[in-house]
């Protein structure tokens, strides 16, 4: 027992090293719209979005390993149930929010209850289904403005925007940082991931945790889809509810490093960049894609860890993350 | 008796894989199943864990009905199995995978991985706790199924095979292993192919052919029981001999 001593406690960081590079990223949000002109706000806003919503596929993608191809739904849904109750019902923005996370997050329960016994590319095609029919949903419905869209109350403030993203996107990491990677439930998710009839034999209650993973990661794309509407002011379904949006949110994850809790980030930041630095110098354009198309190609064949997988050995990723190291010099 | 079988039948489309099995075991033995490959061993482990519904009869746990109940309530109940394939958590530690199954008996990590420690040194295989499971051996992942078998705490273990693929020696580590875990509270039932270990290990042995018992013995009497003799060596063998 003397040898495992020091085992006893997960091999971890010391506070330093892993709180204060942190630390220092949130104080360079925090002070970043006072530096910035307000192009770039409007773009770093975008970045914490999409890493907020690469994050929220990542729970139910990476670390339950489940291929969700209808997480934009959540998104749509959520921006239409804050312009709802903001329109018709004539409740404050706060309100709405919390409406659009909550109901996203019942509605993925609800979805996952039958679609969550299937597995691989069975569950992607019927969460691609799901999308598309909330699409058709919402082009016919007389509440959503059908076709034509929504126009939500306008507030032109770019740092309130800026702020509550912020805002949002880091309760996304502090909640999958403490339900998925220092969490009794976290250990049953991945155990689903490897192996999910074991799981069930040691008496992993595998239906109920993949449901309250599938509803956990829908309650975050809920919210954001909430402040998009009130920050864009004009929704429609394309605009909210189009393929696109899932398709980036998992580009990204996979771009980043899946299962990891910085890859979904890091892959925000690289897609959107890329995608924005190649709009300013070529202006509106599809060309981007293309670039991404080949980007993501090469991660998956030479870096399939990911963008984060590059940077492990750093000292600055948790140990979850330093023992994808070994991982590496396994073959697959 | 610990686990019962009442006229137990599962069948796949045509094939009856369990065929009116009946069978009682007593707490805190060693009980054998024996049987050629495909005679329903492991398709009566998967019954009483309730990884397949059965088609009729039913299986108690002291005396309670535990069929159709869904695999993690049968866990939570204390009867735990093993893989006859190691069927690791690969992308979790060893330390990890003991974990996860002794979360159905305490909610606090802290005293989840001070189990998990001693499950490990129980099985030794403490020094690997760190080590991710792609990285061990077959033998280490044989230890590492019963060390996960044992994290949920069961009075009752189902063995499938733990010593199929390992090396003479390695066979002798593992018995001396499972004798270890002989106590009062346990009761184990072993499904194995090699003779030596089943004879060395039971306290009976119930031998199966087509889903059928054809007898259920101690040791002893079971290895000089004709109709054993011809299902494992077939008719022509018994019939010289």
């Known amino acids: 027992m003397e040898v495992q001593a020091g085992n006893i406690e997960a091999p971890s960081l010391s506070l330093a090293r892993r709180f204060v590079p942190l630390g220092l990223l949130l104080l360079i949000a925090l002070i970043y719209p006072w530096l910035a002109v307000p192009l770039w706000i409007r773009f770093a806003t975008e970045i914490l979005m999409w890493a907020g919503l690469a994050q929220s596929w990542n729970i139910i993608g990476g670390y339950t390993g489940y291929l969700d191809f209808g997480h934009g739904a959540f998104f749509g849904v959520g921006a239409y149930i804050t312009g709802i109750v903001m329109l ?68 032109l403030n770019d740092l309130f925007f800026y702020y509550i993203m912020l805002l949002v996107t880091a309760l996304t990491y502090l909640t999958t940082y403490l339900l998925l990677d220092r969490a009794r439930f976290g250990y049953k998710v991945l155990a689903i991931r490897e192996h999910e009839e074991a799981a069930e034999m040691v008496g992993v209650n595998t239906v109920w945790i993949k449901i309250q993973a599938f509803g ?72 981007y894609l293309v670039i991404i198309g080949v980007a993501i190609c090469a991660v998956v064949l030479f870096i399939p860890n990911g963008l984060i997988g590059l940077l492990e050995g750093t000292g600055l990723f948790s140990p979850r993350e330093s023992v994808n190291q070994l991982k590496k010099k396994i073959k697959w | 008796m610990i686990l019962q079988s009442h006229d137990l039948v599962k069948s796949f489309g045509g094939v009856t894989a369990i065929n009116h099995l009946s069978l009682e075991v007593e707490k805190g033995t060693v009980f054998g199943i024996i049987g050629p490959n495909g005679s329903g061993k492991t398709t009566f482990f998967n019954l009483v864990t309730g990884m397949y519904p059965v088609t009729s009869g039913k299986v108690t746990f002291n005396d309670r009905n535990i069929t159709g109940l869904r695999p993690h309530q049968i866990a939570q109940l204390g009867i735990g199995r093993t893989f006859q394939i190691p069927a690791p958590f690969t992308k979790m530690t060893v330390l990890e995978n003991v974990m996860v199954s002794t979360f159905i008996r305490t909610s606090s990590l802290r005293e989840s991985r ?32 019963l060390a996960r078998s044992l994290g949920t705490c069961p009075t009752l273990l189902l063995l499938d095979e733990v010593m199929a693929g390992l090396t003479p020696s390695e066979v002798k580590g593992a018995i001396e292993l499972i004798r270890s875990l002989r106590t009062g509270e346990l009761t184990i039932i072993v499904v194995e192919h090699i003779m030596d270990v089943i004879l060395s290990l039971c306290d009976r042995i119930l031998v199966l052919d087509y889903g059928e018992k054809i007898t259920e013995d101690v040791p002893d009497k079971v290895v000089n029981n004709p109709d054993v003799i011809k299902a494992y060596l077939g008719e022509r063998y018994s019939a010289r001999h």
């Open chain 1, 88 to 155: 018709q019902i004539g409740w404050p923005f706060w309100i709405g929010l919390l409406f659009s996370g909550v109901l996203a997050s019942l509605l993925a329960m609800m979805i996952g209850y039958p679609t969550l016994r299937l597995r691989g590319a069975y569950f992607a095609i019927a969460t691609w289904a799901f999308g598309e029919m909330v699409r058709q949903i919402a082009t016919i419905l007389n509440v959503t403005g059908g076709a034509d869209g929504m126009q939500l109350p306008s507030l």
């Open chain 2, 114 to 145: 001070k189990m998990a420690w001693e499950i490990l040194e129980r099985v030794r295989l403490d020094e690997k706790g760190n080590t991710l499971v792609a990285n061990v051996t077959l033998e280490d992942r044989k230890r590492l199924e």
């Open chain 1, 216 to 287: 956990l990661s829908a309650f975050f794309p809920g919210i954001f889809g909430g402040i998009f509407a009130y920050w864009i002011t004009y929704i429609h379904p394309d605009s909210v509810l189009g393929a696109q949006l899932t398709d980036f949110m998992v580009v990204m994850a996979f771009l980043g490093g899946i299962g990891s809790l910085w890859g979904p980030f890091l892959g925000a930041i690289v897609v959107q960049l890329v995608q924005r630095i190649l709009w300013l110098v070529w202006g509106e354009g599809t060309f």
